[in-house]
């Protein structure tokens, strides 16, 4: 007999983004605990995971029959906090942060509103609660990290995608925030203390044929390599395959490619925005560099390279804390209270 009936809502549901891996993976983790799962949207683009019910939502009539058999309606989507305010059973949100000012006031006007409604607020990071803190009240929150799969990406992987040496990997979705500028323009200087640099860029974006521009009239061509997006069994191996992860972002919420990279026993170095510097004081697995600084990102990749095994093995026992076994069974704790 499952231990509850629990409804995944977001707006749109597409299987690779950072809220599908989240809902993806917790679904199956909490299902293997016995939780009898589903997924529900306005709109699918993708199905969801094998063994996962797909429920379609109606903006009408949101908690339609199909809806009412749910036991917890867990929410990923601020715009669908309103219809807590018709809930008659226990409703989470689950706080993914605001990448704009625009999206961080809709998402404290959705739990002012909503605030006697929300049973719990789950959030994927400290650093994201300072947006809401005001908006809170009474609500309870728990931070809860997005988790990581230790087993698939782990550290006895294959190296087939070495290039360079010292082998450097960013990976993310290629918008004007995550600065990957900066790490091509870094490229310069860290050629002249290692000639063998090679910097690999998975992901697509609004950015990619800039990018792809920058790198042609800079003659980086043997030193930089522009992937696309990639399957999943392929980037684990570009993982395994690197030196250090690399990303001089201006803007993360959490940043979970830096933890996949972890997983696999890689250093990573990370710019100076507030996540970035929470995963490394509570893992110890990268350094932190001033944000537009190249000189500075280059010494700390120099300092993850010296200190290569030691930064690795804390990054994975990290990774290893936060596997999604474990955030699914912390997860499922919050569950427990509200059935």
């Known amino acids: 007999?499952?231990?509850?009936?629990?409804?995944?809502?977001?707006?749109?549901?597409?299987?690779?983004?950072?809220?599908?891996?989240?809902?993806?993976?917790?679904?199956?983790?909490l299902k293997d605990l016995g939780f009898e799962m589903a997924i529900g949207a306005f709109k699918f683009h993708d199905k969801p995971p094998e063994g996962i019910d797909m429920v379609n939502l109606k903006k009408t009539n949101f908690f339609s029959e199909e809806v009412k058999k749910f036991d917890i309606i867990h929410n990923n989507h601020p715009k669908l906090n309103y219809y807590s305010l018709f809930s008659p059973k226990p409703f989470i949100f689950h706080l993914y942060g605001a990448s704009n000012k625009i999206q961080e006031i809709n998402v404290k006007l959705s739990i002012l509103l909503c605030k006697r409604k929300i049973s719990r607020i789950l959030a994927i990071s400290h650093s994201v609660t300072y947006q809401v803190n005001n908006a809170i009240n009474k609500i309870p929150i728990k931070v809860i990290y997005?988790?990581?799969?230790?087993?698939?990406?782990?550290?006895?992987?294959?190296?087939?995608?070495?290039?360079?040496?010292?082998?450097?990997?960013?990976?993310?979705?290629?918008?004007?925030?995550?600065?990957?500028?900066?790490?091509?323009?870094?490229?310069?200087?860290?050629?002249?203390?290692?000639?063998?640099?090679?910097?690999?860029?998975?992901?697509?974006?609004?950015?990619?044929?800039?990018?792809?521009?920058k790198i042609k009239n800079e003659k980086l061509e043997s030193n930089?390599?522009?992937?696309?997006?990639?399957?999943?069994?392929?980037?684990?191996?570009?993982?395994?395959?690197?030196d250090v992860y690399v990303t001089a972002s201006k803007h993360e919420m959490l940043d979970l490619p830096a933890i996949e990279a972890m997983s696999c026993g890689k250093p990573v170095v990370l710019s100076d925005i507030p996540v970035h510097k929470e995963i490394i004081e509570k893992s110890g697995g990268g350094r932190i560099f001033s944000i537009n600084n190249k000189k500075n990102m280059s010494e700390m990749i120099e300092n993850c390279l010296e200190n290569y095994q030691e930064i690795g093995e804390k990054g994975r026992q990290f990774a290893k804390e936060n596997n999604w076994a474990k955030i699914s069974k912390k997860v499922s704790m919050i569950y427990d209270e509200l059935l």
Request: proline share 3%.
């Open 1 to 29: 007999m499952a231990k509850g009936k629990i409804l995944m809502t977001v707006s749109e549901y597409r299987f690779f983004t950072g809220h599908g891996t989240g809902i993806n993976n917790l679904c199956l983790g």
């Open 146 to 213: 997005l988790g990581v799969d230790t087993k698939y990406f782990n550290t006895n992987l294959e190296k087939k995608f070495v290039k360079g040496n010292p082998q450097l990997l960013f990976v993310g979705v290629l918008y004007p925030h995550k600065n990957v500028n900066l790490l091509i323009d870094s490229i310069h200087d860290l050629l002249k203390k290692f000639p063998n640099t090679h910097l690999q860029i998975v992901g697509n974006g609004s950015e990619f044929l800039n990018l792809k521009q």
């Open 224 to 242: 930089v390599e522009l992937l696309g997006n990639i399957e999943k069994e392929e980037l684990r191996d570009r993982y395994a395959s690197c």
